[in-house]
């Protein structure tokens, strides 16, 4: 029962070009949304998050997209650079004090 | 700030023996999750503390899984007797509050068992 989906196990987007991750969610109680960025042998840290009370947030070369009636979201990264290649995981959580839950992660690479 | 301390970084052990985790939170970090991560997948959740409370074990296997944190601090996650699929990175992580506030998370513990 994976409430959290990312169906792409992998993707590789030029150097300079947009980079879009996807995310797909089943459970209508989750009312935020993390993505999180993991490089080999590190946790995974913080990248960006959004509510469920906006469709958009952004912060530089990241943005989110929320799309309540689709329960869907997708991380931006515009312009791509060689360093965020990395997994990035997709999260989320209902109201409440609850632990996020995690999707499978997309790994990314940028190609120079 | 000081992270997320966590230890050992890797461990090896033979199937049924026992294994033991540390991991240190960030200082006020009232949240203390542990996590596990099997190699392909998300990070899947095994227990929540507040404070020195279990707030959810419902996914801790918990004929062969233990764990607590004295003192509302530190806390250990411990394997006896390990199976081959505990082979995995475990991770801890803290936050302030809720999944709303974000995690920390420490650099894992990497798992084999052979």
């Known amino acids: 029962d994976q409430q959290v989906k990312q169906n792409s196990p992998s993707l590789s987007v030029q150097e300079g070009r947009i980079s879009i991750l996807n995310c797909d969610y089943t459970?209508?109680?989750?009312?935020?949304f993390l993505w999180y960025k993991k490089y080999p042998a590190e946790g995974p840290t913080f990248l960006i998050s959004?509510?469920?009370?906006?469709d958009k947030n952004e912060d530089g070369r990241f943005t989110v997209f929320l799309n309540k009636s689709a329960k869907h979201l997708s991380l931006h990264i515009v312009p791509s650079q060689p360093g965020d290649s990395a997994v990035y995981f997709c999260?989320?959580?209902?109201?409440?004090?609850?632990?996020?839950?995690f999707g499978k992660g997309t790994r990314l690479s940028v190609i120079a | 700030e000081a992270g997320v301390a966590q230890s050992p970084r890797y461990k090896i052990i033979e199937k049924r023996q026992s294994v033991a985790f540390w991991c240190n939170p960030i200082?006020?970090?009232?949240?203390l999750y542990w996590y596990q991560q099997i190699l392909g997948q998300g990070p899947k959740l095994l227990i929540q503390?507040?404070?020195?409370?279990?707030?959810?074990d419902s996914q801790l296997p918990k004929d062969r899984f233990s764990a607590e944190r004295l003192k509302g601090v530190d806390s250990t996650l411990k394997i006896q007797p390990a199976k081959l699929e505990d082979s995995a990175v475990y991770l801890c992580?803290?936050?302030?509050?809720?999944?709303?506030?974000?995690?920390?998370f420490g650099s894992g513990t990497r798992l084999t068992v052979v």
């Open positions: 999260a989320a959580s209902p109201s409440g004090n609850t632990p996020l839950v």
């Open positions: 200082s006020g970090h009232a949240t």
């Open positions: 959004i509510s469920s009370i906006k």
């Open positions: 992580a803290s936050s302030r509050g809720a999944g709303r506030y974000g995690y920390t």
């Open positions: 459970n209508s109680m989750f009312d935020y």
């Open positions: 503390f507040q404070n020195n409370g279990v707030v959810d």
